[in-house]
């Protein structure tokens, strides 16, 4: 019997003021904004409409407190327990290392031929003390691969980018430009994708899967 690959439902933190400042956090643990808190609620309504037993799946958050914080206040919107899930390192956002904190004009104007050299290829380029996206793709690579059942993901934005790549065969040269909302979420299942968000939940449009 050929065994059935899980559906993984992957969510981008809520916003922080880092986000809204244009600010590099990778590691830094930047708490939800208003704006973020509401964010992950749209996403908890989201997944109440879509799914019929949300507590059939298993739940993983990255450790960083903007991730835990969207989990519980997801699953405060599915009706379950706020801190029943668990976290993983292996979520954690991709590191910028000595670039965490700043913009990108920052880094321009401080470190003109880095970010060149990052913008000729951001995929393999590592700040000083950061990641690269290959091992961003090791390490959630292991992750995924243990996964048995129906999973829904709290993570961050270069986590989501990296799922695409693995799992739904998007380009790994266009993964560092890839936009990710923080206010929907994404449904990753049999090689195929889609985004879903409370608007379209509630208003019963059928899923396309991209």
């Known amino acids: 019997m050929t065994q059935k690959t899980p559906t993984l439902y992957l969510v981008r933190h ?44 298993d739940f ?18 599915l009706g379950l327990a706020a801190a029943d899930y668990r976290t993983d390192q292996r979520l954690m956002e991709i590191a910028f290392g000595e670039w965490e ?16 050299a990052r913008a000729t ?36 934005a270069g986590i989501l980018r990296s799922a695409l790549a693995l799992l739904a065969g998007v380009e790994r040269e266009w993964v560092p430009l890839i936009e990710i909302p923080q206010d929907q979420v994404l449904v990753l299942r049999d090689g195929g994708f889609t985004w879903l968000r409370a608007s379209s939940a509630l208003d019963g449009r059928g899923v396309d899967w991209g």
């Open 101 to 116: 904190g700043m913009t990108w004009d920052d880094i321009a104007q401080a470190q003109p031929t880095r970010y060149e």
């Open 60 to 77: 993983i958050a990255s450790p960083l407190g903007r991730a835990c914080e969207t989990m519980e206040i997801i699953r405060i919107r």
């Open 121 to 156: 290829d951001p995929v393999h380029f590592i700040p000083t003390g950061g990641e690269n996206y290959p091992m961003v793709f090791e390490r959630l690579g292991a992750l995924l691969s243990s996964l048995e059942c129906d999973t829904l993901l709290v993570a961050h």
């Open 14 to 57: 809520g916003e922080t003021d880092y986000n809204a400042q244009n600010r590099l956090q990778g590691r830094r643990d930047i708490p939800l904004n208003a704006t973020g808190r509401r964010q992950a609620a749209e996403s908890g309504l989201c997944l109440h409409t879509f799914l019929a037993r949300p507590d059939s799946l």
